[in-house]
């Protein structure tokens, strides 16, 4: 089972994503609303995967990834984003801090699974 | 006074109002602007030019019986003098030239008398010599510039003031001309305007000698935005402008412009919390002194602007995608009995509703482009890239549109690598939508064929199909916005009728082509090439790396 954090504000969002992956059979997921609730929860738990929404009020993704990096811990966890948003400055950005895949919304529930599966192999 | 003496107070009071308004004109209008210099100069030069004369006369009349101090002959002698004076009779002959005239026009006195006047204006000029003759022919006068041709074809700008002149018994028996050179008047003049021009431009200038690296000359803006008043930049060093106004990008740009041996160079630079375009022309060529002209075009409310546009559609973009996430995604877990099993009919109306978000998903990322391109921010993020697999990629997003249509697809040319360097998401969305295309216009059953092959050091991919193909009538406007807008299957098939005319705009930009070729009933194949490798052109090119997968 691959341990999977997802930090996402939207609650809608959050409930098709946990089925979705669960539903795969391949997945544990945890789920935080936003950025500071994650950098809480990881004090005690270490995911295999981030996959971390990039608006949310409070922390943004990025924010949220830049700190969740500062724990040698996390050096090396694989972070994926997914955003609504187009600017293809801030994807380059989201990148060169260590993104390894970022997937645009609306996301396919059913193939959802695979595609963090590809990223993370 | 004697018939002659008249004749002679006549003419010489025409001749000082002719001169007198000459310089009138001459000197006003180089030192009027604006309305005034407009009308100021003429108007003034109307009233003298038909003050004099009488005045002339009244005053000769008044001191009539007295011996004048200077006698009319010697008057007139005196202006022909400074001024270039003709005579012409009532068919425009001339009859009298005075020697400034001769002088100035390289002709003899035999050549010129008894010859038609118009000889001594330019071609163009015959249309204006008709309608001055009328108006000296109503016994009005006449005054502005007519250009003088001289003997050896050049041309000179003069200054003219015509009147009619009239016998005892009013009858009309010719005319008589003052002229005044003003040439040089009127390059000045020119130069003026053009000064005046670089004074009043909005963007700033900076004249800089190149020696010294002194500023030789600012113009009004470049003076304002360093809150200086008139010459008081005056001895200032483009060292010290970088010293005290965070603009030592300036004078990086001119020395490393003289170290290239360039004439011209054109750079954005930030200089201090704005964001300049400069452009330095480098003036060291024919002129003992040599010069930078810096200009400095203010693009910070235009960044400002832009980026207004880009937070927009990136907030236009999250605020239509976050719902419909929770809406395709929740349909999506349905259809695929997560929640359970579904009776026929809900599962029939829910893929309806899965359909038509989907469609709801391109019209929002075809909308999106439109915009993108509209505002000139389409951008591309070139890579080298593996093209086949760009086809497979394209080819997984159009999997259920294939499986629902019941299509064949078949595929040449991919099962090796294609190297390209290009912009792979771009290119996935041409191909997405050229497969989607073939896909909704095809029979069911129908085969899609795609085709990648190597052309002339790049690439050619074809997607072709058997489907409704495309009517003749139709084929100018194929590539064009909205160009399925018409079409009636339009509803029932989807799209925005925007698909064809972003793909053109993303090959194109991308340094490739794009075409097609159909026959009504029989199906259509289009066709887009790829170079090899892509001419960078000093654009920066960064772009997303979106995927659609919904």
């Not at chain 2, 006068?141 to 003219?160: E, K, M, V």
Request: hydrophobic content about 40%.
């Amino acid at each position: 089972m691959i341990k999977l954090l997802h930090v996402e504000d939207d609650a809608d969002i959050r409930e098709i994503a946990k089925m979705a992956l669960e539903l795969s059979g391949d997945f544990e997921v945890m789920q935080c609303e936003c950025g500071e609730d994650a950098l809480a929860l990881t004090a005690s738990y270490t995911p295999d995967v981030l996959l971390l929404d990039m608006m949310m009020p409070g922390m943004t993704g990025r924010q949220t990834l830049e700190k969740l990096r500062e724990n040698p811990v996390f050096d090396a966890i694989p972070a994926i984003f997914m955003t609504a948003r187009a600017q293809p400055n801030e994807l380059e950005e989201l990148r060169s801090i260590g993104a390894t895949e970022v997937i645009s919304k609306p996301f396919d529930p059913m193939s959802l699974s695979d595609q963090i599966k590809a990223a993370i192999a | 006074m004697s018939q002659t003496e008249t004749m002679q107070n006549k003419v010489a009071g025409y001749l000082t109002g002719a001169v007198l308004a000459t310089a009138w004109y001459g000197s006003t209008a180089a030192l009027l602007t604006g309305l005034p210099a407009q009308t100021v100069p003429l108007a003034g030069a109307i009233v003298i030019s038909a003050l004099t004369p009488a005045f002339f006369l009244r005053r000769r009349k008044k001191f009539a019986g007295q011996q004048p101090i200077v006698s009319p002959a010697q008057q007139l002698r005196l202006l022909k003098t400074h001024t270039m004076v003709n005579l012409v009779d009532t068919n425009n002959l001339l009859i009298e030239v005075n020697d400034l005239l001769l002088d100035a026009t390289g002709y003899s006195r035999e050549e010129l008398i008894g010859k038609p006047v118009s000889m001594l204006y330019a071609d163009a000029s015959a249309p204006l010599a008709d309608e001055i003759r009328d108006l000296l022919r109503q016994g009005k006068g006449w005054q502005g510039q007519t250009p003088l041709r001289s003997r050896d074809g050049t041309t000179c700008i003069t200054q003219t003031t015509i009147m009619p002149l009239f016998d005892e018994n009013g009858a009309w028996i010719g005319s008589i001309s003052a002229r005044t050179d003003i040439t040089k008047t009127t390059q000045l003049l020119a130069e003026r305007d053009t000064a005046l021009t670089l004074h009043e431009l909005r963007d700033d200038i900076w004249i800089v000698d190149e020696a010294s690296e002194t500023i030789d000359y600012m113009n009004r803006a470049a003076k304002r935005r360093f809150g200086w008043s008139d010459d008081s930049y005056a001895g200032t060093t483009l060292t010290q402008m970088a010293e005290n106004h965070e603009c030592s990008a300036i004078y990086e740009a001119c020395l490393s412009l003289k170290k290239s041996g360039d004439s011209f160079r054109r750079v954005n630079i930030a200089v201090g919390e704005r964001t300049f375009e400069i452009s330095i022309n480098w003036l060291h060529r024919g002129t003992l002194r040599s010069r930078f002209l810096i200009m400095l075009n203010d693009l910070t409310d235009r960044v400002a602007q832009e980026q207004q546009q880009a937070d927009f559609i990136s907030m236009v973009s999250h605020e239509l995608r976050s719902p419909l996430t929770s809406i395709k995604g929740s349909m999506g877990l349905l259809l695929s009995k997560a929640a359970g099993e579904l009776t026929p009919k809900a599962e029939g109306l829910l893929e309806i509703a899965h359909r038509n978000a989907d469609r709801l998903v391109l019209i929002i990322n075809d909308i999106l482009d439109m915009e993108k391109i509209s505002s000139g921010h389409m951008d591309f993020e070139i890579k080298e890239a593996d093209l086949s697999e760009m086809v497979r990629e394209a080819l997984r997003a159009n999997a259920t549109a294939h499986q629902r249509f019941g299509l064949n697809i078949k595929c040449n040319g991919i099962d090796t690598p294609n190297m390209v360097e290009t912009d792979a998401n771009r290119i996935i969305q041409v191909l997405t939508n050229l497969m989607s295309n073939a896909a909704k216009f095809s029979k069911p059953g129908g085969t899609v064929e795609i085709t990648v092959n190597k052309v002339n050091g790049g690439l050619m991919v074809s997607v072709r199909d058997e489907g409704v193909g495309i009517s003749v009538s139709d084929h100018h406007k194929i590539f064009q916005r909205f160009a399925d807008m018409s079409n009636s299957d339009r509803a029932v098939k989807g799209g925005t009728g925007l698909g064809l005319s972003i793909c053109k705009v993303i090959v194109e930009g991308l340094g490739g082509t794009i075409d097609f070729e159909s026959r009504e009933g029989y199906g259509s194949t289009f066709t887009f090439t790829l170079p090899g490798k892509l001419r960078h052109g000093g654009t920066d090119i960064d772009a997303p790396i979106l995927r659609n997968v919904g």
